[in-house]
């Protein structure tokens, strides 16, 4: 069975700190996506990343990074010099491409608070 | 181009009521899934339609329905509500292989 674990429930940065967010994952399959999506008040699942299970290569965009690790079945992210507008509940997703259909099993999500 | 959008945005209903909550999905796409977001929690898979067809269902009861019409927007539809459907309830499109993207859900309440 799939799972995701966001071991973190709550985190708390001053602005400017770095901050990375955990997720660890199970699953049976060889073949499988990765994703993080954040989650600001008003609701809305805003998407920031797709990995594929073939593709361990880290990747940066602006302020954000993605490392991926299958060794330890861990997919962390990480804000550098983090905002205030970064403040949300950060949540960690897998999905299985055998199934026909795009499933997301997601984390409990970490809410990230960046105080001025 | 116009993202996924829901309606309503909140709604209050009695336990045994039924419910129908609606999203038009993103232009170009023509898959639409719904999740339910307890309080607190991850968001959990319900159902996924294709080609108005229902392709994929997670751990729901048959009570959670869905419809999608020829345009791609899509319906849930719950009956006999009970107090533990009470939730945040998120639709999403997608084409295929392609990631999902969300709309702001729908905020139900079941008194």
């Known amino acids: 069975a799939q799972k995701v674990t966001q071991a973190q429930t709550e985190i708390s940065v001053v602005e400017k700190e770095d901050v990375t967010l955990d997720c660890v994952y199970e699953t049976r399959d060889t073949t499988y996506y990765l994703f993080w999506y954040k989650q600001p008040p008003s609701g809305e699942l805003v998407f920031l990343i797709r990995r594929n299970s073939f593709d361990e290569q880290n990747e940066i965009s602006g302020r954000y990074s993605w490392n991926f690790q299958k060794s330890t079945s861990s997919f962390n992210f990480t804000i550098t010099a983090s905002q205030v507008v970064d403040s949300a509940v950060y949540f960690c997703a897998l999905s299985e491409e055998n199934t026909g259909f795009q499933k997301l099993v997601f984390g409990t999500g970490t809410r990230l608070l960046v105080s001025p | 181009e116009t993202g996924v959008t829901q309606s309503p945005t909140h709604l209050i209903k009695t336990r045994g009521q039924q419910v129908t909550l609606r999203c038009s999905s993103q232009s170009g796409h023509n898959t639409v899934s719904w999740y339910q977001q307890a309080l607190g929690q991850g968001p959990q898979f319900i159902f996924q339609y294709y080609r108005e067809e229902e392709n994929g269902r997670g751990n729901f009861p048959p009570r959670f329905s869905g419809l999608q019409f020829p345009n791609y927007s899509s319906e849930l539809n719950v009956n006999a509500l009970e107090l533990d459907d009470s939730a945040l309830y998120l639709c999403?499109?997608?084409?295929?292989?392609?990631?999902?993207?969300f709309g702001n859900g729908t905020r139900l309440t079941v008194t």
């Open positions: 999403a499109s997608s084409t295929r292989g392609s990631p999902l993207h």
